[in-house]
């Protein structure tokens, strides 16, 4: 089976595929003045494997010139000690933030999303007679998988995800009701393996970062790194879709 999964990771840019890319964060812990405390974010980056192949191949082209193993956003911002990216100049740093948000404006790609919060979650739970036991994140993950088979309407979609911790890749994640999905479910990976998640993890980034830091925008007091994040969100208009409301990609 992994053979099987590996040959198709290696083959993702191969033309005529629809190609997904999920990635996670807390938008927030604490409680804000604007946003609920606990508050998570599912978001996945779909798009045409004719288009991301060239996309991937630059930004990989990138990495390789740089000696960098992999784009994190939050370490490309705020690098910590010990990090591949502590030692990039700022300047290369900026640009690598920048390439990523021009990747998550691939053409033709949409981006679904679906989000919860910790307290309405335990809301759900009280409500369902112990019918929905699990932890927060996990229940939204589990949805938030469910929605994007049905979303992926289309001949043999793939599904790609971060891999869990201390889990090996790439391995597949079951879904019930797997839909047309290629392998019958997602396909869990290092995200240092894929482009596509580490997009992924750009455009999830920059919706938190625009949601923490856009008083600051509205001043004129936000860094480069902020105003990047709220340039690619507002490129998100027409295709940022709640799941819940999506409809299924026309096959």
């Not at 629809?18 to 804000?32: H, K, P, R, S, W």
């Not at 502590?86 to 679904?112: C, H, K, T, W, Y």
Request: hydrophobic share 45%.
């Amino acid at each position: 089976m992994t053979a099987n999964l590996e040959a198709i990771l290696q083959d993702l840019p191969m033309p005529g595929r629809t190609l997904a890319f999920c990635d996670e964060t807390n938008l927030t812990e604490q409680a804000t003045a604007t946003l609920v405390a606990n508050l998570r974010l599912h978001v996945a980056i779909v798009v045409q494997s004719e288009v991301y192949g060239p996309v991937a191949e630059v930004l990989g082209m990138f990495l390789e010139a740089n000696g960098l193993p992999e784009f994190h956003a939050t370490e490309v911002v705020n690098p910590r000690t010990g990090t591949p990216w502590r030692n990039v100049p700022f300047d290369l740093r900026l640009e690598a933030f920048e390439r990523l948000i021009q990747a998550v404006d691939m053409g033709g790609s949409r981006i679904p999303y679906l989000y919860l919060s910790k307290q309405d979650h335990d809301g759900f739970v009280a409500r369902s007679a112990g019918l929905i036991t699990a932890d927060y994140k996990r229940s939204l993950k589990t949805v938030f998988l469910s929605c994007m088979a049905a979303y992926l309407a289309r001949p043999m979609p793939i599904l790609v995800i971060d891999r869990e911790k201390n889990t090996p890749g790439p391995v597949l994640h079951p879904i019930d009701n797997a839909g047309n999905l290629l392998g019958g479910g997602a396909l869990s990976v290092e995200s240092h393996k894929v482009i596509g998640l580490q997009i992924a993890d750009m455009a999830a980034y920059a919706v938190r970062r625009y949601l923490l830091k856009r008083a600051a925008l509205y001043i004129g007091n936000a860094g480069p790194f902020d105003e990047i994040a709220a340039r690619a969100v507002a490129s998100f208009e027409g295709r940022f879709e709640l799941l819940l409301e999506a409809e299924p990609l026309a096959a």
